[in-house]
T-cell receptor
Framework: DQQVKQNSPSLSVQEGRISILNCDYT??????FLWYKKYPAEGPTFLIS?????DKNEDGRFTVFLNKSAKHLSLHIVPSQPGDSAVYFC?????????????FGKGTSLLVTP | EAQVTQNPRYLITVTGKKLTVTCSQN?????MSWYRQDPGLGLRQIYY???????DKGDVPEGYKVSRKEKRNFPLILESPSPNQTSLYFC?????????????FGDGTRLSIL
């Protein structure tokens, strides 16, 4: 059963505008959430993370927001650039007994058009 | 350059013929893991290793073996591959074994088992 869900398979945004990628989760035990970016024929690359005790984390053009009561997080990219075009995966982890496995969503393909 | 290296990148083989996918990291990371990515399912963890000689099952371990004899290497072994193991495989590593620690991924190995 998918514990991390990205319900939008794709998103298209104009260069310079804001990209908002959404992620929902079902397991309240998750204590960290991470975003990864993936280009074709490459492995996922870590982008930004947030602890469950925070509601916002910012790194340059990337900001992640966490709403624990709604079990929802979002990644904001401002301003969007053509090089941001990639598949974005939301992931969550918890618990030594689970090996701190990353539970991944299915990904959202972002296309930033000039 | 800090990296996780997987070999081979692509392999087509037949049912029952034992194969090994190698994974090596040059970052002195404690934690290593294997994931498979299938259409519509995202990435799922197969096995992980907290340190040398310490391994454990992830979400989908059936049909796979691993070993961690040295810190830098974590090979994935398919003793008797079957068509349902056709997938895209990623090896990952992280400095520490803890929740939220960003994992660094290799570029993937695409296996086709006929």
């Amino acid at each position: 059963d998918q514990q991390v869900k990205q319900n939008s398979p794709s998103l298209s945004v104009q260069e310079g505008r804001i990209s908002i990628l959404n992620c929902d989760y079902t397991n309240s035990m998750f204590d960290y959430f991470l975003w990864y970016k993936k280009y074709p024929a490459e492995g996922p690359t870590f982008l930004i993370s947030i602890s469950s005790i925070k509601d916002k984390n910012e790194d340059g053009r990337f900001t992640v927001f966490l709403n624990k009561s709604a079990k929802h997080l979002s990644l904001h990219i401002v301003p969007s650039q053509p090089g941001d075009s990639a598949v974005y995966f939301c992931a969550a982890s918890y618990g030594v007994n689970s090996g701190y496995a990353l539970n991944f969503g299915k990904g959202t393909s972002l296309l930033v058009t000039p | 350059e800090a990296q996780v290296t997987q070999n081979p990148r692509y392999l087509i083989t037949v049912t029952g013929k034992k194969l090994t996918v190698t994974c090596s990291q040059n970052m002195n990371h404690e934690y290593m893991s294997w994931y498979r990515q299938d259409p519509g399912l995202g990435l799922r963890q197969i096995y992980y290793s907290m340190n040398v000689e310490v391994t454990d099952k992830g979400d989908v371990p059936e049909g796979y073996k691993v070993s961690r004899k040295e810190k830098r290497n974590f090979p994935l072994i398919l003793e008797s591959p079957s068509p349902n193991q056709t997938s895209l495989y990623f090896c990952a590593s992280s400095f520490l074994f803890r929740s939220g620690e960003p994992q660094h991924f290799g570029d993937g190995t695409r296996l086709s088992i006929l």
